[in-house]
């Protein structure tokens, strides 16, 4: 994911991009990769914002190492596309908004429809290298000596009802990165940016006022 990113930083941004501000978003496992994209260019963005980032996964009641080990070796038997024991199909019939990462019901019903229509949008299980790589990220973003490499303003947005991603996690991440901040949302879910319209406001207040602010 971090090759795919430079890659088009090389190709399409940067090269068009001149003195312009140039800010990294990423969300969930795009917030981990965009953390490591910021330990490797420390130079390449002005500002970034990583949204409810994976710094490490929920895996519920299977403890991290043991379904690491056991997508490694699904990984080794060649099996790394497929889905993974955890997952299931999707089926738009078993989701529900209550059970979904959502607290707006008119977005979840809009991007859910968008789903229905569009199969690359239906993102619901993970294949086995997915989340191998989702676990073992961890290891790499809170080594303290890869933080330190982070010289990029960056602020950090939780949701306080997360159930994807591990908020201690996060926490350390941000206490382990020089001047980086958080900013926590509590009555927000994963996808905070399906959030009812107080989460929103107050989401984009924080998100475009740090943008705004001088170097």
């Known amino acids: 994911y971090v090759e795919d990113l430079e890659a088009l930083m090389n190709q399409a941004v940067r090269p068009r991009m001149g003195d312009a501000p140039v ?28 949204n409810a ?6 895996t519920g009641s299977i403890p991290s190492p043991v379904a690491e080990m056991f997508v490694s070796l699904m990984c080794l038997r060649g099996k790394g596309k497929e889905r993974a024991a955890v997952g299931q199909p999707f089926d738009p019939e078993r989701e529900t908004f209550e059970g979904s990462h959502s607290t707006s019901r008119a977005r979840y019903d809009y991007f859910q429809q968008k789903r229905v229509a569009t199969p690359h949008y239906q993102n619901c ?9 989702a676990i073992g990220v961890t290891r790499r973003l809170l080594k303290p000596a ?24 996060q926490e350390r991440f941000v206490s382990l990165v020089k001047g980086a901040r958080l900013e926590r949302l509590d009555d927000a879910k994963h996808e905070i940016y399906c959030g009812h319209d107080d989460v929103l406001r107050r989401y984009y207040e924080a998100i475009f006022a740090f943008l705004n602010e001088e170097a």
């Open 23 to 50: 800010y990294l978003y990423g969300h969930s496992m795009g917030g981990a990769v965009a953390a490591l994209m910021l330990m490797k260019h420390p130079d390449w963005f002005n500002r970034a914002v990583l």
């Open 125 to 133: 299980s993970p294949t086995n290298s997915w989340l191998r790589e």
């Open 53 to 58: 980032p994976m710094i490490r996964c929920v």
């Open 146 to 169: 890869n933080a330190a490499k982070i010289k990029t303003p960056l602020l950090l947005m939780q949701a306080g009802l997360d159930s994807i991603v591990c908020l201690p996690e």
